[in-house]
């Protein structure tokens, strides 16, 4: 008899045969931040939904069980690595797989698939950077490989939502993306930067990539906000917050993506049936820090409304007051404001208190009560009806899904 058939059967564990838990390897790279937050994503929906039994191998060049001898119910993989991909093409238990949407995996196998909003995500970064005033802005990606398409993909809506508002723009792959080549990284990255028109506002693809970037800028002797602001994307706590300055980042709801794709797998182990092969998950929002908190734009009564709302995000904002402390009238105040910032002054003020809301709820343990009354809400069902209006959730749901602790 072969490994394969020597495995239980997902009818076996509802028949209650097997008063074993499920053994489920998750063959992510643990080194990497954006799969970390995937593993964490899976624990959580383990911990919630019953006893499983996970196989994570920490060591990046040991990610995959000897398959052989390995008798396990189901598979949780990202086909980055061509080596995964082989050899699990082939197994007879439920798989799933994650990642950005590129690498090796084959929409033809039937396994389904857990991926990120490439697109939501470059128009989140390009919205972020023009809500601080910038007249120039640029992305910067990885170069072109079999498993940086999602790279490509954020840098089109990137650059599209840039076209849209009439903001002129850059992309920058390079040749090199390894940090081992670091110096020759960084030549590169210099070189870039110091052909660009500033003050200006850039995206990096990932955290990672950021990281280059905010270094390359020190040595280039730019000042990150002013000379250049930086938003990254993987929300890594640890590069976030080690950085110099703290790095602006898209939370791409990795953890949920990692929950998705355990929900997915359980249902295969259970033997029912899967309703849709591919699952793009939504990121949660932009986490605004250091590296962008500035206001470029050449209008300095925009720049004095935004200022305005940014200092106090839970007060509506009084739009007879700010055009009177700039001397103008409400509508010409409303029209410069779109015209730069891309959105009115109540719904960026909405857009802020949003952001502000959201910290509370998923970053504190404060009751839901709490944060309602911190951020200048009448009650908690002003707040829950706000909150779900404009992100989709209620405050609870939002806090049970996304919190990081």
Not at 223 to 231: E, G, T
Not at 307 to 325: H, K, N, T
Not at 334 to 348: A, L, M
């Amino acid at each position: 008899m072969d490994h394969a058939s020597r495995r239980l059967t997902p009818r076996a564990f509802l028949d209650g045969q097997s008063c074993q838990p499920p053994l489920v390897a998750v063959i992510l790279d643990a080194a990497r931040p954006y799969d970390r937050l995937i593993i964490g994503g899976v624990a959580r929906y383990a911990r919630e939904h019953g006893r499983w039994s996970l196989y994570v191998e920490e060591d990046p060049l040991e990610k995959l069980p000897d398959l052989k001898r390995w008798h396990g119910q189901g598979v949780i993989a990202n086909f980055d690595d061509r080596r995964v991909a082989g050899a699990i093409q082939g197994l007879s238990i439920p798989v799933v797989g994650v990642g950005g949407g590129y690498g090796w995996y084959d929409a033809a196998s039937g396994i389904p698939y857990v991926y990120t909003d490439n697109e939501a995500i470059g128009r989140l970064g390009a919205e972020h950077l023009l809500s601080c005033g910038f007249d120039h802005l640029a992305f910067c990606g990885f170069p072109k490989s079999a498993i940086a398409g999602w790279s490509g993909e954020r840098a089109a809506a990137f650059t599209s939502t840039a076209e849209a508002r009439g903001r002129s723009w850059h992309v920058f792959t390079g040749r090199v993306a390894a940090a081992r080549r670091w110096e020759e990284l960084q030549c590169e990255l210099r070189a870039w930067l110091a052909g660009l028109p500033k003050p200006i506002g850039v995206m990096a693809c990932n955290d990672v990539r950021a990281r280059h970037l905010l270094e390359a800028c020190r040595g280039a002797g730019l000042r990150v906000p002013y000379d250049v602001a930086v938003i990254g994307v993987d929300n890594d706590e640890m590069i976030c917050e080690l950085t110099e300055p703290p790095l602006s980042s898209i939370d791409q709801s990795a953890r949920r993506i990692g929950y998705e794709a355990a929900a997915l797998l359980d249902r295969l182990m259970l033997g029912a049936a899967v309703p849709e092969q591919r699952v793009v998950v939504p990121p949660i929002g932009v986490v605004p820090r250091s590296s962008t908190d500035t206001l470029a734009t050449a209008d300095p009564d925009v720049a004095q409304a935004l200022q305005a709302l940014r200092s106090d995000p839970w007060r509506r904002p009084r739009i007879d007051e700010l055009a009177a402390a700039a001397g103008l009238s409400r509508s010409t105040l409303e029209q410069r404001f779109r015209s730069t910032v891309g959105r009115s002054i109540h719904q960026e003020h909405v857009r802020l208190r949003l952001a502000g809301t959201r910290k509370l709820i998923v970053e504190t343990d404060l009751p839901l009560k709490a944060v309602a009354m911190r951020a200048g809400f009448p009650s908690l069902q002003y707040m829950t009806t706000f909150v779900r209006r404009h992100a989709g959730v209620t405050p609870a749901r939002l806090r049970t899904m996304e919190r990081t602790r």
